[in-house]
């Protein structure tokens, strides 16, 4: 089975009728530029790949020596660093929990007081420059090391419980040795489990709302767990964001009489679900409990010094498959969240917080992402341009055709049908917007369109052009942006593509990358994005790892770092197996970074990795540093 729902999930198809209406209003050349074989013809003919990028020249920002490409079992980095293991998916975090057991029949009470599964995005919470607590999602498990039949069998109710208990978020101390290296606390009075069944607050405009309520909740405003934790987000109140991703894999039924409405469609909602939990808890059936799956696909904010505090869902960022939440103060002390929805054709979003930042009362701030508004992005560009102007387009009912006619009754619904209220305003289709990162020291904000297999094919609705200019789009792309007048609270932004990934060797056209890659320093779908407080930007990558075809000559999936003034991109490390890199935070004085390292030798692949011989391969979190004690990347 697949453990990865959005690999080989179908996108939701607009309705044509949604689509023509869009045409109708004049976005056939903007939010829809026409895409064909022909308009990339003409493209090509018009626009060099160097306007990509401005010319590339040496950096002074990167300061290490590249590392090749490689397709060992190894964690691999620059000479003069070292990378450890700082912990794996079944280390103990909680008191009395026992430690690994490679042999899976450890059941879900032991599993409760372990390391989450598949390691992603994650936050360094100071307690002083050398200890802190990291708050970690765990996105999802591995049947196939998680079970000793390796989820080939119908799972009984503990197993289910075990599932459970393996995804959610991990929080826990670490501090700095002696020697330099990392570890984490067992017993920490901070560490914590947060799991698909930890009680958690629906908050702002959707809670109470009859499209949350349930049979176990009839007030709408208490939610069992999280889950598909993908990245996060920090907020500088010293809260953490998780963010709900694929949960629509998690619900299922066996009632044949169930058929997907259309706004179970557009999120992909549907009988079969390979994770099973719907035949051990009915919580999960989506024919019997058709409202539960509107509680999840939300922001959630935690206190990760508190582990009594009440993880609350913050509905007013709306509901989708949220990626990451990258967390901005402008200077008009407005809090902006930019939000990516990872799905083929899906959106691009930004909130804006109603009240402002108050540096001198972190209390009051707890509750800016209670109430704002969502906007989310249209790209306007000239045919063939790699460079245009865009919108933010505002999601309020009432405004832009969101109303009762068009199938919107109040802001609730324009929330929780967020996706659907994006196609009606007419916001661009993007190719599975993934992190987005904003700029320390300047106004430029940058988002990974990690690939996308549908671009340009017919019937899918996702015309080639604007930030997405190539049709089935194997390699993605970082799109920048400049909010306009340099205020991330502006209407309007200009954008750039800062990197189109391809491969030199064996691709044609803009198939070859932009002029920033080169034969050195390929690879495929960036994910992972975040700048440290230099304004490096780090790209991590989950893509394909044949190393063959159209991959040939990329390895495994990487972790890379570019300037984002002369446009030099530099691999710095090299995952396992079958691995992908997600998750990056910075040691305060960034003298280590914490990298995740998900999922090695998923489907079986012949990965050992982390402690080699024969040993089952364990999601973990690596920690680099230098031999010399530096800057890392400097
Ligand atoms: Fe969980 Fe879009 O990656
Ligand atoms: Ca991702
Ligand atoms: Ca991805
Ligand atoms: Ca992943």
């Not at 996108?11 to 026409?34: A, C, N, Y």
């Not at 405003?221 to 598909?228: A, H, R, S, Y």
């Not at 990451?324 to 407005?334: I, K, L, Y």
Request: hydrophobic residues 35%; negative net charge; aromatic residues 10%.
């Amino acid at each position: 089975m697949s453990h990865k729902p959005y690999d080989d999930e179908d996108h939701i198809e607009l309705e044509h009728s949604d689509f023509d209406k869009l045409v109708q209003k004049g976005l056939s050349r903007r939010g829809f530029l026409q895409g064909s074989a022909a308009a990339m013809g003409l493209f090509l003919a018009a626009s060099p790949l160097a306007k990509a990028v401005a010319a590339v020249t040496e950096s002074k920002l990167l300061g290490f020596t590249q590392i090749p490409a490689s397709t060992a079992d190894t964690f691999e980095v620059p000479e003069g660093y070292i990378a450890e293991p700082l912990i794996s998916w079944g280390d103990p975090i909680l008191k009395g929990a026992p430690a690994f057991d490679e042999s899976g029949l450890q059941d879900s009470a032991a599993q409760a007081g372990q390391f989450g599964d598949n390691t992603d995005g994650m936050s360094f919470f100071p307690l002083s420059e050398d200890r802190g607590v990291i708050a970690v999602n765990n996105e999802y498990t591995n049947y196939e090391y998680l079970f000793p039949h390796q989820g080939k069998e119908a799972l009984s109710a503990d197993e289910v419980k075990k599932a459970q208990a393996a995804v959610g978020v991990s929080v826990f101390e670490v501090q700095r040795n002696a020697n330099g290296g990392w570890s984490y606390l067992k017993d920490s009075k901070y560490n914590r489990r947060i799991t698909a069944n930890t009680e958690m607050e629906l908050t702002g405009p959707v809670a109470g709302h009859a499209l949350v309520k349930t049979s176990a909740d009839a007030a709408g405003k208490k939610v069992l767990g999280t889950f598909n934790n993908c990245a996060n987000g920090q907020t500088p109140w010293g809260t953490y964001l998780t963010c709900e991703e694929n949960f629509n894999g998690f619900f299922g039924t066996a009632d044949a009489a169930f058929s997907a409405d259309k706004h179970q469609k557009r999120y992909g909602l549907k009988d079969k679900s390979d994770y099973q939990w719907f035949t051990q808890d009915e919580r999960f059936d989506i024919a019997k409990n058709p409202n539960e799956p509107n509680r999840h696909g939300w922001i959630v904010e935690i206190d990760p010094m508190d582990p009594t505090s009440t993880p609350q869902k913050r509905t007013a960022l709306g509901r989708f498959k949220h990626e990451n939440a990258a967390v901005t103060v402008d200077d008009n002390g407005h809090v902006v969240v930019y939000l990516g929805d990872d799905e083929r054709g899906e959106h691009l979003y930004r909130f804006v917080s109603k009240n402002t930042y108050n540096p001198n009362d972190q209390a009051a701030n707890r509750n800016l992402l209670e109430e704002g508004t969502l906007y989310v992005a249209r790209f306007d560009a000239g045919e063939g341009e790699l460079k245009g102007q865009g919108q933010w387009l505002e999601l309020t009912h009432g405004k832009n055709g969101l109303t009762q006619e068009n199938g919107f009754a109040d802001q609730a619904e324009v929330l929780i049908f967020a996706r659907e209220a994006a196609t009606q305003v007419g916001a661009t289709t993007m190719d599975r917007p993934e992190w987005i990162a904003v700029h320390p020291n300047n106004k430029s904000v940058c988002c990974t369109l990690t690939n996308n297999k549908y671009r340009g094919v017919e019937g899918k609705n996702q015309p080639v052009g604007g930030p997405n200019p190539r049709a089935k789009n194997n390699y993605g792309q970082i799109v920048r942006w400049w909010p306009r007048g340099g205020d991330h609270t502006a209407a309007g932004f200009d954008w750039d593509l800062f990197v189109i990934a391809g491969n030199p060797t064996v691709g044609e056209g803009l198939y070859k990358g932009s002029a920033n890659i080169n034969a050195d320093n390929m690879f495929n779908s960036p994910d992972g994005l975040g700048f440290d407080n230099d304004g490096r930007l780090w790209i991590l990558t989950d893509g394909k790892y044949s190393n063959e075809g159209e991959f040939a000559g990329m390895g495994n999936n990487q972790m890379l770092c570019a300037d984002p003034e002369t446009g030099e991109i530099r691999r710095f490390a090299t995952g396992p197996i079958a691995c992908e890199i997600t998750g990056l935070t910075f040691a305060p004085d960034h003298r280590a970074v914490f990298v995740g390292v998900q999922h090695p030798g998923e489907e079986l692949a012949p990965s050992h990795f982390p402690a080699g011989g024969s040993s089952k391969p364990r999601s973990t979190i690596m920690v680099v540093r230098r031999k010399d004690g530096g800057i890392i990347g400097a």
